[in-house]
């Protein structure tokens, strides 16, 4: 079974910090995202990843960095956490093969800045 | 860019059947996923289509009509653990996928 996990569950953070949250897979695959996710406004992409030391911007990359130096590792960076940075936050994975591939998705992380 | 629309919130009967509808414009179509996500957990994949038709995966099945840009997903012989949840992600130019804001169906007894 694909793994993916984050390293927090639940996060309280102040207006300012630094905030690094971190997603590890473990089943070898090339793409990894990170997604928001907000009540109303479904998933939102934020960054993706297509192999190591490659990034993109997704949809909505204010605000936000993403180191991708190991292929298992994917970490995404609030530089200066802002309080409608409050979100849940999921991690996905995905191997590069066929279009049918699915993504599988972290347990997500849930910040609160304050 | 890429428009994907679902309803917000479904209610139905334990032992009903219920259909979830999303609708799509986008630039280039690659494949349209469906998603469950239960509250607080992470969305776990449901079906795939990229064929017009309908796929059939046990109580859950998923059809599609590239031509209306429209798909559904129906959901057979509901049980309360149903009260979930339901994603619509569509593949368009590149793939990655876009997700439409859930549909959360409330299954009651």
């Known amino acids: 079974d694909v793994k993916v996990t984050q390293s927090s569950r639940y996060l309280v953070k102040r207006t300012g910090e630094k905030v690094f949250l971190e997603c590890v897979q473990d089943m070898d695959h090339e793409n990894m995202f990170w997604y928001r996710q907000d009540p109303g406004l479904g998933l939102r992409l934020i960054y993706f990843?297509?192999?190591?030391?490659?990034?993109e911007k997704g949809d909505i990359p204010e605000g936000y960095s993403v180191s991708r130096e190991k292929k298992e590792r994917f970490s995404l960076i609030l530089e200066s956490a802002s309080t409608n940075q409050t979100s849940m936050y999921l991690c996905?994975?995905?191997?590069?093969?066929?279009?049918?591939?699915?993504?599988?998705f972290g347990p997500g992380t849930r910040l609160l800045v304050l | 860019g890429q428009n994907i629309d679902q309803p917000t919130e479904m209610t139905a009967t334990e032992g009903a059947i219920v259909q979830i509808n999303c609708t799509y414009q986008t630039s280039g179509f690659n494949g349209l996923f469906w998603y469950q996500q239960h509250a607080g957990e992470a969305p776990t994949f449901l079906s795939y289509n990229v064929l017009d038709g309908l796929e059939e995966k046990g109580r859950f099945s998923s059809f599609l009509s590239r031509s209306k840009g429209y798909s559904y997903l129906l959901l057979k012989e509901l049980q309360m653990k149903d009260s979930a949840s339901y994603l619509c992600a569509v593949r368009g130019g590149s793939y990655i996928p876009t997700f439409g804001r859930g549909t959360s169906l409330i299954v009651h007894p």
């Open positions: 990843s297509y192999d190591v030391k490659m990034k």
């Open positions: 996905a994975s995905r191997w590069n093969g066929t279009p049918q591939e699915t993504q599988y």
